[in-house]
């Protein structure tokens, strides 16, 4: 079945940075790959997703990158603020079923 | 629409008891599914429905938890009987074929 790979689990940066998520998937029959932020006991939200047949989607400061070659997509988050941190989690699903299968998240503490 | 609704919001019980967690989808979603998180194994699928129909409930830990979806309106996850290792956060998500997981506020489980 479908595995999800993600790193760091955790990243500090300095507010104004740059943060970088990556995530690898198992099964190459994925098609659709959303990127969730879940803030201290809250539920997760959508924050971007693409599809397979994208390269590459920005939303002002995020954006997600997708080789699909080599199985991995990556989370961008630019000038980051301390809004920002978060768990953050990636997830893939398969091209003929509706099954969402999540990373294990990575927590991103942005400092002042 | 008023999101997913979740209840109860939190759930203290002691082992053994029967555990009865009810979820409200959005309306014209077709898929629903629950989740449970934890610290150790993250955002862990449990379930999904399809149209009412269980498709994969591959993610249910054993025979001591089931799932209904009665109509497209409403779903339950019931444990029985609880055991302390049950103890997580359980939440529901609906979406359209998959895409855009919308979740509710969550379940807090405790068993003692």
């Known amino acids: 079945g479908e595995n999800v790979e993600q790193h760091p689990s955790t990243l500090s940066v300095q507010e104004g940075d740059s943060a970088v998520i990556k995530c690898t998937y198992s099964d190459s029959a994925s098609n659709y790959f959303p990127w969730y932020k879940q803030e201290l006991g809250k539920r997760p939200q959508l924050i971007i997703d693409i599809r397979s047949n994208v390269g590459e989607k920005k939303d002002q400061r995020i954006a997600v990158t997708l080789n699909k070659t080599a199985k991995h997509f990556s989370l961008h988050i630019t000038e980051t603020q301390p809004e920002d941190s978060a768990v953050y989690f990636c997830a893939a699903r398969s091209y003929n079923t509706d099954k969402l299968i999540f990373g294990t998240g990575t927590r991103l503490q942005v400092f002042p | 629409d008023a999101g997913v609704i979740q209840s109860p919001r939190h759930e203290v019980t002691e082992m053994g008891q029967e555990v009865t967690l009810r979820c409200k989808p959005i309306?014209?979603?077709?898929?629903l599914f629950w989740y449970r998180q934890t610290m150790m194994r993250g955002l862990e699928l449990l379930i999904y429905f399809n149209n009412n129909v269980p498709i994969d409930d591959s993610g249910m830990p054993e025979d001591r938890f089931s799932a209904k979806m009665p109509n497209a309106s409403f779903s339950t996850l019931k444990i029985q009987p609880s055991e302390p290792r049950d103890s997580a956060v359980y939440f529901c998500?609906?979406?359209?074929?998959?895409?855009?997981?919308?979740f509710g506020s969550g379940t807090q489980l405790s068993v003692l």
């Open positions: 998500a609906s979406s359209i074929h998959g895409e855009k997981l919308f």
């Open positions: 309306s014209g979603h077709n898929s």
